[in-house]
């Protein structure tokens, strides 16, 4: 393994995920173990601009493996959107003597890594951590299934109501551009149908669907919404839906940021484990600009730019099933 890097910066970015301290903890103790220093930096790009940069240890990432959240806390940077914010983080870097940074989040601070990476000589690794799911390169990211359980759990509380009441529920799951917790949401709970922002469903077809519900005296219906559909979210597509169908009674749940807090569950630990140390090791390897990601069960190191600009297709033999299974 190249010698060349001995001191790596780790944090995490964008909107948190269950699972980004068990990759943290990955990232310090391969490193440890590969004799190399490690600094956390606070709050993304803001304490990379700012210098908020902490040495982390084995010990330091001790009883985190099972916590939400980031203990290196999260940000959407905008200062780092400007090359001024970029030049500042470049120095604070230089500062602590960093070789290479590490960076756990989603499209957005890996657009951010790939920019910095063009305009300062820094090797940048990516780590998927995004609820989302809507990276290309890896078949899951750290954080996804976790969301989903968590949503799943509200889905079926929701059912039990609906079912006593005779309503029709509409709820909306996250995922502004991606529809997976949503499709997953929605197979994994029984839901009647899922609206996702990459399949464009129409008013009729929807009114049509539950009109035929309510004639076979199908007496409540869930509907998954992700945030982002086509026909707008879910307490808007109600809306539109209530001016058609008179059948049922029309109830709105959003069950918002509850989907990405909580424990990590399994998968996502071993998930955020494995990533967190090949990211390390790929570094050493002389890998950069570059996402770690899994696919049919590999590591692969997808560059950046695909990660971030090639689009991460929705399974249509998933969105078929779903529609079979929901009849
Ligand atoms: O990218 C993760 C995500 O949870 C999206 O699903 C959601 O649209 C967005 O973040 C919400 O962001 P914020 O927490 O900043 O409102």
Same mark, same amino acid.
């Given at each position: 393994?190249?010698?060349?890097? !001995?001191?790596?910066?780790?944090?995490?970015?964008?909107?948190?995920?269950?699972?980004?301290?068990?990759?943290?903890?990955?990232?310090?103790?391969t490193a440890?173990?590969?004799?190399? $220093?490690?600094?956390?930096?606070?709050?993304?790009? &803001?304490?990379?601009?700012?210098?908020?940069? !902490?040495?982390?240890?084995?010990?330091?990432?001790?009883?985190?493996?099972?916590?939400?959240? =980031?203990?290196?806390?999260?940000?959407r940077s905008?200062?780092? @959107?400007?090359?001024?914010?970029?030049?500042?983080?470049?120095?604070?870097?230089?500062?602590?003597?960093?070789?290479?940074?590490?960076?756990?989040?989603?499209?957005?601070?890996?657009?951010?890594?790939?920019?910095?990476?063009?305009?300062?000589?820094?090797?940048? @690794?990516?780590?998927?951590?995004?609820?989302?799911?809507?990276?290309?390169?890896?078949?899951?990211?750290?954080?996804?299934? +976790?969301?989903?359980? =968590?949503?799943?759990?509200?889905?079926?509380?929701?059912?039990? +109501?609906?079912?006593?009441?005779?309503?029709?529920?509409?709820?909306?799951?996250?995922?502004?551009?991606?529809?997976?917790?949503?499709? $997953?949401?929605?197979?994994?709970?029984?839901?009647?149908?899922?609206?996702?922002?990459?399949?464009?469903?129409? %008013? &009729?077809?929807?009114?049509?669907? %539950?009109?035929?519900?309510?004639?076979? !005296?199908?007496?409540?219906?869930?509907?998954i919404v992700?945030?982002? =559909?086509?026909?707008?979210?879910? +307490?808007?597509?109600?809306?539109?839906?209530?001016? $058609?169908?008179?059948?049922?009674?029309?109830?709105? +749940?959003?069950?918002?940021? %509850?989907?990405?807090?909580?424990?990590?569950?399994?998968?996502?630990?071993?998930?955020?484990?494995?990533?967190?140390?090949?990211?390390?090791?790929?570094?050493?390897?002389?890998?950069?600009?570059?996402?770690?990601?899994?696919?049919?069960? &590999?590591?692969?190191?997808?560059?950046? &730019?695909?990660?971030?600009?090639?689009?991460?297709?929705?399974?249509?033999?998933?969105?078929? @099933?779903?529609?079979?299974?929901? @009849?």
């Amino acid at each position: 393994m190249g010698k060349d890097i !001995k001191r790596i910066a780790v944090f995490t970015s964008g909107g948190d995920a269950p699972g980004m301290n068990a990759a943290l903890r990955a990232v310090v103790r391969t490193a440890s173990f590969h004799d190399l $220093h490690v600094y956390g930096i606070n709050r993304g790009y &803001e304490g990379m601009i700012d210098g908020d940069l !902490k040495r982390l240890e084995r010990r330091d990432v001790a009883n985190i493996i099972h916590r939400g959240g =980031t203990i290196l806390k999260t940000a959407r940077s905008k200062r780092f @959107m400007e090359a001024e914010g970029r030049q500042q983080a470049f120095e604070s870097l230089q500062a602590f003597d960093i070789d290479a940074c590490i960076a756990i989040g989603g499209n957005g601070t890996f657009t951010g890594a790939h920019v910095f990476g063009q305009e300062h000589p820094m090797p940048f @690794m990516g780590i998927p951590g995004t609820i989302d799911n809507d990276l290309y390169g890896t078949d899951y990211t750290i954080g996804f299934d +976790t969301a989903v359980n =968590t949503a799943i759990e509200a889905v079926d509380r929701i059912r039990d +109501t609906a079912d006593s009441h005779n309503r029709l529920f509409f709820i909306e799951v996250m995922g502004r551009h991606a529809g997976y917790i949503a499709l $997953h949401t929605a197979i994994a709970s029984g839901a009647e149908s899922v609206l996702i922002p990459e399949i464009e469903t129409s %008013l &009729e077809s929807l009114v049509d669907r %539950l009109r035929k519900n309510a004639k076979r !005296k199908k007496l409540f219906s869930l509907i998954i919404v992700a945030e982002g =559909t086509p026909l707008g979210n879910a +307490t808007e597509i109600a809306r539109k839906i209530s001016e $058609h169908i008179s059948d049922f009674e029309i109830k709105v +749940t959003i069950i918002g940021h %509850l989907q990405r807090g909580g424990a990590p569950n399994g998968l996502d630990r071993v998930l955020a484990s494995r990533l967190g140390h090949s990211a390390v090791e790929g570094l050493l390897n002389g890998k950069s600009d570059k996402m770690v990601g899994i696919l049919n069960d &590999e590591i692969v190191y997808t560059p950046f &730019e695909d990660a971030i600009y090639k689009q991460k297709d929705i399974n249509n033999d998933l969105v078929r @099933m779903s529609e079979i299974l929901a @009849m």
